[in-house]
C-alpha cells in the first residue's frame, strides 16, 4: 500500500511522522465504510489546529519560549477530548495524529467525545516545579479560547498529571471567573477528579488482555508479560498481570531494559521508580545493555506503554509474544502490522486497549457536572464492561469481515463518526 498522501501546506512529507501512519490506517478501513466513505475526507483534516508560544520567566531571570498546541481533529460527536503531553519530540504531525486516534477511540467505545490532543515541545524534567507550573498555566491561557467543559476537555498524557491538570483547572477557572472542574479530567479527587481514573488506562489493559488472552487460550497465571514505559499506563498494567499470577519478564524504559526470567518484582520497581525516577539501577532483575533486544524477549503477552512508531519493519519479526497490547497510542507501524498478522500474533490495537482512560474520564466529567460522585467499585464496573463489550464487538466483526482487529475497530468508529457527519449535515 502507497504511504504517499496528500498533505496540507503545513507539514512537508517528510514531517508527516505519525500522522502519515495514521492516514494510512484510514486507508485500511475505506472500503468497509460503504456509501459513508464519501464523508472520509472529514477523517483526513483536523477540524481546528491552534499553534501556541509559550514564554516562561526561569528562575534565572532568562525568558524562555516554547512550542505548543491544541489540535481538535472532529467534533461530530460531542466536544474535543484528548490528553497533553509534555515532550521534547512533540511535533504538529504527531499532536494531529493523536488527536485522530482519539476521534477513534472516543467512537470505538462509544462516549460521546470528538477527538483532540494537545502537547507543548519540553522536556519537563529539565524544569524546576516553578517553571513548570508558569508553563502549564500560560500554555493554559493561550489554548483558553478553544477549550471548556462544553468545548474540548484535555486530560493527562505522556509527563502530565493530576498535578498539571489541577493547575489546568485552576487557569481556566480564574479566567472564567467561576471553578469550572468539568474543564479537564484525571483531576485530584480532592478537585472533582474519579476514583479509579488514575489506574484506568491500565486497568483497561488488564481487562482486554484477559479477554484477548481468553480467545488465544492462554492462562494469565503463569503467561510472560514484557512491558515497554513504566508510566502510568505500562506500570498499572504490569501490577495488575503480576496480581492476577503472571510473571512479568521484562520491563523497559527511557533509560534502561530490566529482564528476570524468573519474574519482576512489580511493586518493588514501582517504589524503585518512585524514588529514582527510571527502572536503571532496579537490583531485582539483569540489565541489558542493547536497547533494541527488548522486542527479542521470551514472553506471552507484550505490551508497549510508551511512545509512537517503536514496533516497525526492523523488529516486528523478532517479536515472540502471542499477544500484543497496545497502551501506547500507535506504537505499530502499519508495515509492522502486516508483519505481526502473517505470523499470527494477535494484535488489540490502541483504540480498543488504552480505551479505558478516556473511559473513566469520561465517568469524572458525567460526575462533575452531577456533583454526584460515584464509588471505586461502580467505576470499576462500568469501565469493565464498557472495555468488555467493545472488545467483543470488534472481535466479532473481524471475524466476520476477516480483517485485523485494528481495521475492525476503525470499522466499528469510523461508521459511528461519519454517521453523525451525515446526520448533522454540513454547515451551513
Ligand atoms: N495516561 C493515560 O491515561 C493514557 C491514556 C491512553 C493512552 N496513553 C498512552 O500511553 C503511553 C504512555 O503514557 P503514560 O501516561 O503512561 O505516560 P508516563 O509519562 O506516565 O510514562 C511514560 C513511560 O514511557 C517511558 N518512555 C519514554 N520514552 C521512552 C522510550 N523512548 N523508550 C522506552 N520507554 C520510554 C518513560 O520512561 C515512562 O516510563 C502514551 O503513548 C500515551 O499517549 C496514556
Redesign the pocket.
Known sequence: MSTQHEVPSYLTQKEIGPWGVYLEQIDRVTPYLGTLARWVETLKRPKRILVVDVPIERDDGSIAHFEGYRVQHNTSRGPGKG?V?F?QDVTLSEVMA?SAWMTV?NAAVNVPYGGAKGGIRVDPKTLSIGELQRMTRRYTSEINIIIGPNKDIP???????EQIMAWMMDTYSMNQGSTASGVVT?KPISLGGSLG?RE???RGVYVVGCEAAAKRGLDINGAKVAV?????????AARLFAEAGAKVVAV????STIVSDSGIDVAALQAH?AQHG??AGFSGGDTVND?SR?WEVDCDILI?????Q?ITEANANKIRAKIILE?????TTPAADDILHDKGVLVVP?VIA?????TV?YFEWVQDFSSFFWTEDEINQRLTRIMREAFGAVWTLAQEKNVSLRTAAFIVACTRVLQAREMRGLYP
Do not use: C, W, Y
Open positions: 490528553g503531553r515532550h493523536l477511540k486530560a493527562p498524557d505522556v509527563n502530565t498529571n484525571g481514573r484506568a488506562t491500565g515497554q514505559g513504566f508510566g502510568n499506563v505500562g506500570g498499572i523497559q524504559d527511557h533509560i521508580v527510571s527502572v536497547r527488548f508497549p506503554a510508551a511512545l509512537e517503536q497502551g501506547a497510542n500507535g506504537p490502541d488504552n480505551a479505558g482512560g478516556v474520564s
